[in-house]
Nanobody, 122 residues
Framework: VQLQASGGGLVQAGDSLRLSCAASGSDFGAYAVGWFRQAPGKEREFVSVITHTGTTNYADSAKGRFTISRDNAKNIVYLQMDSLKPEDTAVYYC?????????????????WGQGTLVTVSS
């Protein structure tokens, strides 16, 4: 599966953004798809994942503010980000793997898209 992330941009604190991860290839519906982010000078961190059955999981920093969803008919996963904070500034990467647990354990899914930059000004 190949992934293409989009939707990043420059916003102010409190604003919203919706990131999209478009996938090509077969069996998209069989994959867990999620998001990681990497801020300047920091390690990459897990943000959220949605399994092939629609079960979701979020990092503590994302709970209550971010919502992940998927449209299997369009092969797209969305990350709705509300109440954005300056500390959300990062490059956001979408990723996919048939094994949802790797998003939480090894944090090394098999397939990665290019990043999309989110900048939140204070």
């Amino acid at each position: 599966v190949q992934l293409q992330a989009s939707g990043g941009g420059l916003v102010q604190a409190g604003d919203s953004l919706r990131l999209s991860c478009a996938a090509s290839g077969s069996d998209f519906g069989a994959y867990a798809v999620g998001w990681f982010r990497q801020a300047p000078g920091k390690e990459r961190e897990f943000v959220s994942v949605i399994t092939h059955t629609g079960t979701t999981n979020y990092a503590d920093s994302a709970k209550g503010r971010f919502t992940i969803s998927r449209d299997n008919a369009k092969n797209i996963v969305y990350l709705q980000m509300d109440s954005l904070k300056p500390e959300d500034t990062a490059v956001y990467y979408c990723a996919a793997d048939r094994r949802a647990l790797v998003f939480i354990t090894t944090r090394a899914p098999d397939h990665w898209g290019q990043g999309t930059l989110v900048t939140v000004s204070s």
